[in-house]
C-alpha cells in the first residue's frame, strides 16, 4: 500500500491485528490502483466506568478528488470488525465510489452530418 496509517484507540497494539490491516489494505490496492492512501482506526468504546463496548473499525481511503469511508462495529471481536470495515469499503469501491474519471463512462453522442441545402 502507498500510505496506511493505523490508529488504535483502547485497543492493545498486536502484531497480528497491524499485520491483518495492512493485508487488506494491500488487496484494496490491487483491486483498485487508483487508491492513494489509507488510514484505519480501530477503536473500543466504553459505555461506562470499566465497562468495555464495541469495537468500532473505520476505513478512510483517499482517491483522486474524494474520500471514501466505511465503519462497522462489532460487540465482542475487533477482528470481526476489521473484517466487516474493509468489505464494506470493497463494495463501496465496486459500487463505483472506485471509479476515476477516466474509467467512468461517457455518454455517446450521435454523429453529425452536415446536409448541404
Known amino acids: 500500500m502507498k500510505s496506511t496509517q493505523i490508529t488504535l484507540r483502547n485497543v492493545r497494539r498486536s502484531t497480528p491485528l497491524s499485520a491483518r490491516i495492512r493485508e487488506l489494505a494491500e488487496r484494496l490496492e490491487e483491486a483498485h490502483p487508483t487508491i492513494q492512501g489509507c488510514r484505519v482506526l480501530a477503536e473500543q ?10 469495537f468500532r473499525v473505520t476505513v478512510r481511503v483517499r482517491m483522486p478528488g474524494r474520500e471514501l469511508v466505511a465503519a462497522h462495529e ?18 463501496e469501491l465496486e459500487a463505483g465510489g472506485g471509479a476515476s474519471p477516466s474509467q467512468t463512462p461517457q455518454p455517446q453522442s450521435e454523429p453529425t452530418t452536415e446536409v448541404p441545402s
Open 45 to 54: 468504546q466504553f459505555t461506562g466506568p470499566n465497562r468495555a463496548g464495541a
Open 74 to 91: 462489532h460487540a465482542d471481536d475487533v477482528f470481526v470488525a476489521v473484517r466487516s470495515a474493509f468489505a464494506a469499503m470493497r463494495r
